[in-house]
């Protein structure tokens, strides 16, 4: 079995006037995150886990934020799109797991959701998908609540 691991990074600001959108699910919060699109910097942190698995590049090749088809638009629309890449070249999902790192709002009670969210559109199970969320102490920007990051690592498994 060929098997293929990939990791992703994203970070975005936080800003008044904006939803904040995590792993597909609406977050009640004071603040959103600032980007082009929705700006779900766990879903864009998957995003490029995903497409640097099955080598095709990152989001920024896919999704230029030059590009204004794609601004405002549902980063779980993107993950869709990035699933239908990865699939043509006979890649699965093994298994997922992502952090959320901001020190603001709390987000275990959303997790599950993320969760389920996330495995439907990669046509996987729950249980091959993991979130978690950490603080950073108030220490560096996302500790001074001034954005939020995310990370993602990816096993992809070759179903050809």
């Avoid at 797991?97 to 969760?115: F, R």
């Avoid at 091959?128 to 609540?145: D, Q």
């Amino acid at each position: 079995m060929n098997i293929r691991v990939g990791q992703g990074f994203d970070v975005h600001r936080w800003v008044e006037g904006r939803p904040l959108r995590l792993g597909g699910v609406d977050i009640p919060h004071h603040l959103g995150l600032l980007g082009h699109s929705d700006a779900d910097v766990l879903l864009h942190a998957i995003m490029d886990a995903l497409l640097g698995a099955a080598g095709l590049g990152d989001i920024g090749r896919h999704f230029p934020d030059s590009d204004d088809q794609y601004k405002g638009i549902d980063s779980r629309e993107l993950l869709k799109r990035v699933f239908i890449e990865v699939d043509k070249l006979s890649w699965r999902v093994g298994n997922l797991d992502a952090t959320v790192i901001c020190q603001k709002p709390k987000l275990a009670p959303y997790i599950p959701a993320m969760e389920s969210c996330i495995a439907e559109t990669l046509q996987t199970t729950a249980s091959s998908i993991n979130i978690k969320a950490t603080t950073t102490e108030k220490l560096g920007f996302t500790g001074r609540g001034e954005g939020a990051a995310a990370q993602a690592v990816v096993l992809l498994f070759d179903n050809g």
